[in-house]
């Protein structure tokens, strides 16, 4: 079974810098890819962007392009998400989902049958 634990959450003012990770147990191999998620209170749940734990290449929405850097670090079984220039409009909940599907995965929720418990991110202006 895949578990994965969120951490790095917290408060910072606009413009700030969070880095958010994503432990994947029992290894990052069990996996094929991974995504990140957020959501704000009344709002859906979107996706932020995704990495194949195995491959090249990374995807990311709109919104976050040019400002969120996902990467991962195999050894240590974890996902990290650079949120840089942050607004009040990313401030959310945000999840850790993965896959362990062959195919192609974007950042559409029903790719990810595992998800995390989340960290919250608070952004002040």
């Known amino acids: 079974q895949v578990h994965l634990v969120e951490s790095g959450g917290g408060s910072v003012q606009a413009g700030g810098t969070l880095r958010l990770s994503c432990t994947v147990s029992?290894?990052?191999?069990?996996?094929?890819?991974i995504a990140w998620f957020r959501q704000a209170p009344g709002k859906e749940r979107e996706g932020v962007a995704r990495i194949y734990t195995d491959e090249v290449g990374t995807f990311y929405d709109d919104h976050v392009k040019g400002r969120f850097t996902i990467s991962r670090d195999k050894p240590q079984n974890t996902i990290y998400l650079e949120m840089n220039s942050l607004t009040p409009d990313d401030a959310g909940m945000y999840f850790c989902a993965a896959t362990a599907a062959s195919a192609w995965t974007f950042l559409a929720i029903h790719e990810y049958p595992y998800w995390g418990q989340g960290t919250q991110v608070t952004v002040s202006s």
């Open positions: 029992p290894t990052i191999a069990s996996v094929s890819a």
